[in-house]
């Protein structure tokens, strides 16, 4: 029997207390393409796919507690250089990372070669997950006009958190709706306010009683003239005794600007990204920033990186290849933009000792100069090749 993974909803009847709310529903359901549409979603999304990346994710060789980099085999450049003819690394990693953020899965074809080594990986949208009667994972999905079905070894499946299903991950979007949908809805305000004139409702009062067709001409006249942004400004001439009474107050009264300041730390929560991350700089100091972008690595990227890492040995490596090679990122990657933080990370690593001249040069792309490694550390004298005393009876 084959059966979907799908997860039912059920919907409380709307309040009618909150009829008088009404504009302040965004202008369309929250989902992973509109989330985008609040800043502070696709600056949070864009941080971690981006960072993820561009940091250099290496396959390596582990024999006898000794590593190296599997540059020979083949998976090495699929991780590396390019997983198909139309993306590089770095597009479909980013692709596959901000996928799993906005709507909690991934999924990657893999394509192995006649050795069963992995070839390509393509990204592959509009999947659906069904459970085979063996108890077997199967995916579905649509290739020009085509239901193809892979099988669970045939598909690169990178998940956020597990939902009650134990297959499907959950959307942050999805789970979080109202957080979204509240910094929607008052983006949406702020759009219609200043597209109105930036100028909140007023009335026009005169001591004359105007005719139904009067108050509509009169309307039309005063939104054409004076309404909208590009009329922002002008000045109003009125008629027959009309008076301009404004009947609200303004965005900065109603602490408009507060709340979006507000939303982007709810949005950054969401995401578990450093506000500062993303430009709300608020609460960043010089003192406090290296704090922030260290804890950015640790408690944000870290569970990215181990998603792709243990994601890569599980789908793309054969359990015999699993006990020799491992996939790892090289979070030194950072650094890169930050020449002076690389030179001390090179120097404290070589003068203490688990770092050598001929890596730190590997790193920088630099290279290999030989006898390097045998050079004495700066900073400490070169030993003296000690001779022996002549005995007596050389003397003689």
């Not at 085999?73 to 390019?82: G, Q, S």
């Not at 109202?178 to 001591?207: I, K, M, W």
């Amino acid at each position: 029997m084959i059966w979907p993974f799908k997860r039912s909803e059920t919907r409380a009847a709307p309040d009618p207390s909150w009829d008088n709310m009404r504009a302040l529903v965004p202008s369309g359901p929250i989902n992973s393409t509109t989330a985008q549409g609040v800043a502070a979603v696709y600056a949070c999304v864009a941080a971690i796919s981006e960072t993820v990346s561009t940091l250099p994710l290496h396959l390596f060789r582990d024999t006898d507690g000794t590593r190296e980099k599997a540059r020979a085999h083949p998976l090495y450049k699929v991780i590396h250089d390019t997983p198909n003819p139309e993306q590089t690394a770095m597009e479909f990693r980013e692709l596959m990372t901000a996928s799993v953020l906005l709507t909690g899965n991934a999924f990657a074809r893999i394509v192995r070669g006649s050795d069963g080594q992995v070839r390509e990986l393509w990204p592959i949208n509009d999947v659906s997950v069904l459970r085979l009667s063996n108890d077997r994972l199967a995916y579905e999905y649509t290739d020009r006009g085509v239901v193809r079905r892979l099988l669970d070894h045939e598909v690169l499946h990178l998940r956020h958190r597990i939902g009650p299903d134990g297959v499907l991950g959950i959307s942050p979007i999805s789970v979080a709706r109202g957080v979204v949908e509240l910094a929607q809805s008052e983006q949406d305000h702020g759009v219609s306010t200043f597209r109105n004139g930036a100028r909140l409702s007023g009335v026009l009062e005169t001591a004359q009683v105007l005719k139904p067709e009067q108050k509509t001409a009169l309307k039309d006249s005063w939104s054409a003239q004076y309404g909208g942004a590009s009329n922002s400004g002008r000045t109003a001439v009125l008629e027959a005794g009309l008076t301009y009474k404004p009947m609200a107050m303004s965005l900065e009264d109603a602490e408009w600007i507060e709340a979006r300041k507000f939303n982007v730390y709810e949005v950054c929560r969401l995401f578990r990204v450093p506000p500062v991350i993303v430009g709300a700089m608020e609460s960043a100091n010089y003192s406090n920033s290296v704090e922030l972008n260290r804890q950015f690595v640790t408690l944000t990227l870290r569970r990215w990186l181990t998603m792709w890492e243990q994601g890569i040995e599980a789908k793309c490596l054969t359990e015999a290849g699993r006990r020799i090679y491992f996939a790892e990122h090289s979070v030194e990657g950072l650094l890169r933009g930050d020449s002076t933080a690389r030179a001390s990370f090179y120097a404290s690593g070589i003068s203490a000792g688990w770092l050598r001249r001929s890596e730190a040069r590997e790193l920088e792309n630099l290279p290999p100069v030989d006898g390097i490694d045998d050079q004495p550390t700066a900073g400490t004298a070169p030993t003296a090749p000690t001779k022996p005393y002549p005995s007596k009876e050389a003397g003689q």
